[in-house]
């Protein structure tokens, strides 16, 4: 095995195993192994547009590349002439805020408010587009980024036929306190399409606007913010993370007021956002908190229905199969989070999806050198949003999903949702160990495994060794030099290193179903070898600010394919050691 070659080149003393130490190390990482928390109605009617559209190849251009994966007949729309959204379903199934004129105030017995987008008043810039959500989910050729149209659509300028802008209706918990009424302050639903190959995706455009849920807030969205939810939802997606999309980002000069964490630079930005559903823990505790309980059961049985295909919808335990799927996906969605380094950075339940995705990218960072207590958001001065805590947090919020649902539960089915939540644990570490192991290259079963990883992430934190460099640098090692690998270098520093290696060597040699390079390509498959840094993102604002938008292009070439050595990715030093500016860096939830 070639890695033994490794082994003789790192020093360090070899530790003896003992009971206690054992015992240590399964406390190192909390996130893994700690203990876990305890009005009158006014119908709107939008112009007749069937909820899906049918195909119209008058309108589309024919490509050859079946790549995709559905047919060698590549349809894109190359005009966005009938082109629909429809807002109908939400307008169908909801009753909307009785009160038509938009100004901030409390609302309630309602899902949504109808509510324009606001449009920009300086001259509009589309930044960046993503062909794939363009291309691939909206079945738009994407030389239709350029025209006016499309410009117009994506800065809310103008309202597509069939379409009834809305804002959603939701409450949350907020650094674990009841916040009340929250909702979409500065995000406008613009409507639902439905692509060539039946998927119902509803596109929110953010910054767009005040609505009657802006509290103090201005409605927009800067530059910085913008930018960074664009890129990095993105970069998740293909990370194979759930998450939201990204379709469009177009900036202004339009003035907004901010916090003294920006630098003047006042540039107004515009995100179009794509997800199956904008539906969050919120959506259903602002109902619940306000005694309105019919349109709390009228909303948990769209979203059964609209998303929980295998969960009976007549059934009696309806409810309680939603809520087991939901905590089990929430705990799958989380430790993939730490399978990569990522901290969302506001855990709130406003900030949750109800189907398990990656949405409101705000204050987050994917970490470079490893930290359990990495905390990203310079506003949570307590950390409780730090990466070692986002399974703890996830449990809690899963605990107020649960109370929300309380009043549509049997007094037995309450208990058993009890006793669904105590499962929560099982599960996260169950994922957390599988995606680890993966990362590891080990395959098979033994009870070591778990004392493996651990020490290596005490190791990696003793040295504050770059998390992501040292998967996947272990994924490509293969030779006696370590020069080039300069995350091992770190960690080789650590006294017990070299006996981590010889636990590790010997465990690597019970995978005697594959060869050392088919495990390493395995390996390098799981462990991206670039993700989007803080820095890379301060880099790409920089030159935004000034209009130049190169960087923001390159890193949506280099973020598509992150498990991939590009030769662009290395020469901008995307794999290389953070530069030493990197460390002061902070974002807060304006950013």
């Excluded at 169908?92 to 409390?106: E, G, M």
């Excluded at 409507?191 to 509290?215: F, M």
């Excluded at 309680?320 to 430790?335: K, N, P």
């Excluded at 989007?532 to 890193?555: G, P």
Aim: neutral net charge.
């Amino acid at each position: 095995m070639r890695l033994m070659a490794v082994q003789r080149t790192l020093t360090g003393t070899i530790l003896k195993l003992d009971i206690m130490r054992i015992m240590l190390l399964w406390l190192i990482w909390e996130s893994t192994f700690g203990i876990f928390s305890r009005g009158e109605i006014t119908n709107y009617k939008a112009a007749a547009e069937p909820e899906c559209n049918s195909i119209d190849t008058n309108f589309y251009s024919i490509n050859g590349d079946d790549t995709l994966g559905y047919s060698k007949v590549n349809y894109k729309r190359s005009s966005m002439d009938g082109w629909n959204l429809t807002s109908q379903k939400l307008i169908d199934s909801f009753p909307l805020d009785s009160i038509k004129q938009n100004y901030v105030r409390q609302v309630r017995d309602c899902i949504f408010s109808a509510i324009q987008p606001t449009p920009f008043k300086s001259a509009v810039t589309l930044a960046a587009v993503s062909k794939e959500v363009v291309e691939d989910l909206l079945d738009l050729d994407v030389s239709i980024t350029k025209t006016k149209e499309f410009i117009q659509f994506v800065s809310g300028a103008k309202v597509l036929p069939g379409s009834i802008s809305l804002a959603h209706r939701y409450g949350g918990h907020q650094f674990g306190v009841w916040s009340g009424q929250l909702g979409d302050g500065r995000a406008h639903l613009l409507g639902a399409y439905v692509n060539r190959h039946g998927t119902r995706w509803e596109l929110q455009l953010k910054g767009s606007g005040k609505t009657p849920y802006s509290r103090d807030g201005d409605g927009r969205a800067v530059l910085r913010s913008s930018l960074r939810e664009f890129l990095c939802s993105e970069a998740l997606n293909y990370l194979e993370i759930p998450t939201s999309r990204a379709a469009s980002l177009v900036i202004s000069n339009d003035v907004v007021k901010r916090d003294n964490f920006y630098n003047g630079n006042v540039k107004n930005e515009k995100v179009l956002r794509v997800a199956k559903s904008w539906f969050r823990f919120g959506s259903l505790e602002i109902l619940a908190y306000s005694g309105e309980i019919e349109l709390l059961r009228k909303l948990v049985d769209f979203v059964i229905e609209q998303h929980f295909p295998l969960i009976n919808a007549t059934g009696s335990n309806k409810y309680l199969e939603f809520f087991s799927q939901v905590v089990t996906d929430t705990s799958y969605l989380i430790a993939r989070w730490m399978s990569v380094g990522f901290a969302h950075g506001v855990c709130n339940t406003d900030n949750f999806s109800i189907i398990s995705i990656t949405i409101d990218y705000g204050p987050f960072g994917f970490m470079d050198y490893y930290d359990s207590n990495f905390v990203p958001n310079t506003s949570d001065d307590e950390g409780r949003y730090k990466i070692g805590n986002q399974a703890n947090v996830g449990r809690y919020n899963l605990d107020k999903l649960k109370k929300a649902l309380n009043p549509l539960l049997e007094p037995q089915q309450q208990l058993l949702a009890e006793q669904i939540l105590k499962g929560y644990p099982g599960l996260y570490q169950a994922k957390f160990l599988e995606l680890f192991k993966a990362k590891l290259g080990l395959s098979g079963l033994d009870d070591s495994d778990d004392y493996l990883i651990a020490f290596l992430l005490k190791l990696m934190e003793d040295t504050r060794a770059d998390f992501t460099m040292t998967f996947r640098q272990l994924s490509e090692i293969y030779k006696q030099d370590l020069e080039e690998y300069w995350a091992l270098q770190d960690l080789a520093k650590h006294k017990k290193f070299s006996h981590w290696i010889h636990l590790y060597l010997l465990r690597l040699k019970s995978n005697t179903i594959e060869s050392d390079d088919a495990r390493r390509i395995r390996m390098q498959s799981v462990n991206p070898r670039y993700i989007f840094r803080n820095w890379m993102a301060e880099s790409a604002i920089k030159k935004a600010e000034r209009n130049d938008f190169s960087e923001i292009h390159l890193l949506q070439k280099i973020l598509r394919r992150p498990f991939t050595k590009q030769a662009e990715a290395e020469e901008a030093g995307y794999s290389s050691r953070p530069p030493p500016w990197a460390k002061d860096l902070r974002v807060s939830c304006s950013s």
